[in-house]
């Protein structure tokens, strides 16, 4: 990898952690940053385990912008002025439009697309006045691009347009400095977020219909995607930016009528 820090958001668990873990076997400078406090550290002491240079887990909500520049200035002052940002924190809560609060709604688009904001402008900021380019990654989704069967799912679509809307911006705006900026679409992922709008009791049949329905047969383990963003982050994806790299099973490709 190149010389330089790699910031890694919801770096605790799921897409986040599996990313740490491999930009740590390549030999980064990783900072994890999450809420998940003993994950974060855990997910730090397996990628030093595994060959970082260095690795450090850092307590940032990406919904608080003192704590996001904060934070950020930390990590560079420890680990060196970012080289990769992988803008990936996130949660998913469900429901109705006609019956969604405006706190739900808005906890939806703070983590998800304030929260992209944040991080991305302070890194952005930071990847500029160290004048050596950089690489981005959001994480949006397919429900970015259209709407999810199952429904109930507006906040959080809604949130994932705005990410891809905004990947493309900041590629055209920042390409001048060498900073590139694209976006992994995830399919269905093995991961808690994947799990939090389902009862536990129908888990089972979900991962079931889920598997049946996508191309591929199956859900994603995290390392999968993670491996698509390694790549974007790396020199070999050096002429691509505001591109998004669907690593979804297939199912963008599929039109959802079964006759
Ligand atoms: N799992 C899937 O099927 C799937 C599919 C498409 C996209 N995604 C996206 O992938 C990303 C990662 O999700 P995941 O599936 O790995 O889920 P996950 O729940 O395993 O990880 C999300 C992480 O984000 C952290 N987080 C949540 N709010 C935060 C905040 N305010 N500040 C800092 N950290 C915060 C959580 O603590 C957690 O560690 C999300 O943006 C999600 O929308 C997931």
Known sequence: MSLGS????????????????????????????DVQDDAAEDTAQEARRIGAADARAYHCDVTDEAEVQATLAKVRTELGAPRGLFANAGIDRGGLLHELSLARWESVIQT???????????????????????????TSSPGGFVA????????????????????????????QYGIRVNAVVPGPTETPLMWANVPEGERAR????????????????????????????????SYVTGSHLICDGGVLAKAALSV
């Not at 930009?23 to 994890?32: M, N």
């Not at 697309?113 to 991080?119: E, I, Q, S």
């Not at 429904?151 to 590629?171: D, F, N, Q």
Request: net charge neutral; proline share 3%.
């Open 148 to 175: 999810f069967s199952a429904g109930g799912a507006a906040a959080y679509s809604a949130s994932k347009g705005g990410i891809s809307s905004l990947v493309r911006c900041m590629a055209v705006d920042y390409a």
């Open 206 to 237: 979900v991962r079931e219909t889920v598997s049946a329905e996508t191309p591929l047969g199956r859900l994603a383990d995290p390392s999968e995607p993670a491996q698509a963003v390694v790549w974007l982050l790396s020199d070999a994806a």
């Open 112 to 138: 998800n697309l304030t929260g992209v904001f944040l991080t991305c402008k302070h890194v952005l900021a930071a990847m500029i006045d160290a004048g050596n380019g950089g690489s981005i990654v959001c």
């Open 6 to 33: 790699y910031v890694v958001t919801g770096g605790s668990s799921g897409i986040g952690r599996a990313a740490a873990l491999l930009l740590a076997e390549k030999g980064g400078s990783v900072g994890i940053l």
